[in-house]
């Protein structure tokens, strides 16, 4: 006797009940869609996140930590017939993947399993990303979206490609920096000194020697200098301060919201008697790195361009941080809480803890500017979101008209937060547009030679 089954469109034939029983007794493989795909990426890059967040990573290391990663990813779907136009025939440095030769692999897995073994070989507590590799096996097992033969490929493959990319990022300066001279404050009027409550020493001071992804010249995007440091009430520093001071004195609810949203301070420290508490968060770049995955879920674009935004986002965040840091120390300018303690009122606090770095230009201004700029080149200027950034670290998320906005709202933070004057945020906006304007016309140049 012969059964009939329909079976993905197409019409089968079964010989006996036995054979029918047998097959419906098997489990079947489904494709996963887009959805899945993407949610899975950007779920597997957070738990990246998380592990910065437990180590303290500095801003700046958080830049290159999420730069190395996601180019891990990006790598593996580097091929021409996947992406037209690479970002990476885009770089300063070449980068040639050798791929090996394994047969069938699955584009999505091997992906995300590269972009973790790029974290776990990178970052100093990174070896417990083997626990996210091994949920993510699972993941795919369990739900028959690979077989054994594409799994072990596509493993092989990441592997490989991951250590292509490791390699590529062990030359580009980063172990050099603790040989490197020591910063020490000058002492002299106007300059840079730790600030209270944990009077911190300067964090990476020669962050400008590691190479950049695009940026060719440094000085190409130096901002105009600051303002000389004078406490003449007629001079315009002087206005600055006292800019800094009313703004904290009077801030309504809202604007305390902004602030503490926008904090992101890794280094935060409070103190309970003599014991100090450190208040982990998440990075600058962690959280536009956010806000990219939050784009990514709402557009529904391919898998592929979510690697591709999650790449550009992250190394353009690399290289603002590399220029702002450059001129963080070369300007070496005084922090807000350490003039208005000297020279106004010696109880004043700012809203936000002030961070262990000099002044200007404002850190948050330049790459929230740059991600922001970058991110509308790719998904609009009038793109709203909500974004949802902060609920893991206990605040509510704010809803925006647009990446710009948003960035906007960055900048000013620092003012409300009384971390910063206003010339560095202002200064710092123009900074990290300009960074952002030049990286798409470096991709764009490359996407035009790659189409002749």
Not at 374 to 384: A, E, I, P, V
Request: proline share 6%; charged share 20%; with cysteine.
């Amino acid at each position: 006797m012969k059964y009939h089954y329909h079976f993905d469109g197409k019409h089968c034939t079964f010989l006996n009940l036995s054979i029918l029983i047998f097959f419906l007794s098997c489990p079947l493989a489904y494709g996963q869609s887009n959805e899945q795909k993407v949610n899975l990426y950007v779920d597997n890059l957070f738990e990246i996140t998380k592990i910065m967040v437990s180590d303290v990573t500095p801003p700046t290391g958080a830049s290159r930590f999420y730069a190395y990663s996601n180019l891990g990813a990006y790598a593996v779907l580097n091929k021409p017939q996947r992406i037209k136009g690479s970002l990476i025939s885009a770089l300063n440095q070449n980068l040639t993947i050798k791929y090996p030769d394994t047969g069938k692999i699955d584009s999505t897995f091997t992906a995300i399993y590269s972009m973790l073994g790029v974290g776990k070989g990178i970052m100093p507590s990174g070896k417990q990303l083997s626990s996210a590799q091994e949920t993510l096996i699972k993941k795919y097992r369990s739900n028959n979206w690979i077989s054994k033969k594409v799994l072990q490929n596509s493993i092989t493959f990441a592997d490989s490609v991951s250590k292509q990319v490791l390699a590529f990022g062990k030359s580009d300066g980063y172990g050099k920096l603790s040989a490197l001279p020591r910063y020490a404050p000058a002492n002299e009027p106007g300059t840079w000194y730790p600030t209270p409550p944990a009077y911190l020493g300067a964090i990476d001071p020669e962050w400008r020697t590691i190479r950049t992804f695009y940026i060719k010249d440094l000085k190409q995007f130096k901002p105009l200098s600051p303002v000389p440091f004078s406490m003449d009430s007629t001079s315009s520093f002087y206005k600055l301060t006292k800019e800094v001071y009313d703004t904290t004195k009077v801030l309504n609810t809202e604007k305390r919201l902004i602030a503490n949203f926008w904090d992101c301070n890794p280094f935060m420290v409070s103190y309970s008697g003599h014991m100090a508490i450190g208040l982990k968060k998440i990075s600058p770049g962690g959280h536009w790195i956010n806000i990219t995955g939050i784009a990514c879920k709402k557009s529904g674009i391919s898998f592929d361009e979510v690697v591709e935004v999650h790449t550009l986002v992250a190394t353009g965040l690399h290289d603002a941080f590399i220029s702002c840091w450059e001129e963080k120390y070369d300007s070496d300018r005084i922090r807000p809480e350490t003039v208005i303690n000297r020279y106004v009122d010696q109880k004043w606090r700012p809203i936000l803890q002030t961070p262990p770095f000099p002044e200007y230009t404002s850190g948050h201004s330049v790459i929230s500017r740059t991600s922001a700029v970058l991110l509308t080149s790719y998904f609009g200027d009038h793109f709203s979101y909500t974004d949802t950034s902060e609920e893991y670290f206990g605040l509510p998320p704010r809803k925006f008209t647009s990446f710009l906005q948003a960035s906007e709202e960055a900048a000013i933070s620092r003012l409300y937060g009384g971390i910063h004057y206003r010339d560095a945020i202002e200064e710092g906006i123009k900074q990290g547009e300009k960074i952002a304007n030049y990286i798409i016309k470096q991709i764009n140049s490359s996407k035009s030679l790659s189409a002749k």
